[in-house]
């Protein structure tokens, strides 16, 4: 699996999992069930912490400037972010065209 396809599936995993920690959280003040983001907290967190690495990882195989870098990183503090990013980037790096 190349770090691109791997970034892709935590981008994927990412956003899905604020999701469920957004649901936690309401279930949390509606449902009395703190539990529930005991146990999505760090999951989530440990997914946000592999998307931003693997972000800065792959962002020299993409060729994304620096913006380009801190909006992919922004954009996983977004609900469904994650699932934005992993739709717009390839999945291979292009190829360098040389002169």
Do not use: N, Q
């Amino acid at each position: 699996m190349t770090p691109i396809r791997l970034f892709k599936m935590v981008a994927l995993a990412e956003a899905a999992s604020y999701l469920l920690l957004l649901g936690a959280s309401v279930a949390k003040r509606t449902l009395d069930a703190p539990e529930l983001v005991t146990v999505m907290g760090p999951i989530h967190g440990l997914l946000f912490l592999a998307y931003v690495a693997l972000a800065l990882y792959v962002r020299e195989k993409l060729a994304w400037t620096g913006w380009t870098t801190v909006m992919v990183i922004v954009a996983a503090v977004v609900p469904l972010g994650g699932l934005i990013v992993e739709r717009r980037i390839p999945d291979e790096a292009p190829v360098p065209v040389s002169s």
